[in-house]
């Protein structure tokens, strides 16, 4: 799996700030080749959907790894491009699948990865202000509640991650 490897270099560069730890109590970002690092987070496979027709809702995607020793809440997403961003989970019941609003955010254990994708929870951007257009990269900020506030800058496309499955992009 490419991912894996891309995983394994953010892994090491992860011990490196670890390292560097004590030095500084804020979460420090950097943005290396479409991955953002931080002394906790790890985010990867991350993008927007452009916006459609008159649709006034759209989403946006992103892999989150805890690469820290305690559990990372994401507590809220936010973007200048709309009203509300809000968090949407998938749920299967019955054989239906259905959203629904996910208010308490989602919480990542040391170790596990959370992952936002087409088809499955989302970070739903609600009352479109600005709207995302295919080739844009649009600001998305999130916030933990021990690794603080990261923005990625999100690349927006008609297509979200259907062609990043594996990560191959982001490993040269
Ligand atoms: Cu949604």
Redesign the pocket.
Known sequence: MKAAAVLALSLLALAACGKAEHHTTVASTSNVNGVITNTKVLMTDYAMRAALGNNPNT?AYVTIKNGGDKPEKLLSAACACAAKATF?EMTMKDGVMS?SEKTDGFEIKPGETLVLAPGGN?I?LEGLTDRPAEGQTVNVTLTFDGAGPVTLGMPVSNAPLAKTGTSEDHAH
Request: hydrophobic share 60%; charged share 0%; proline share 0%.
């Open positions: 989403a949407h959203m989302h739903m």
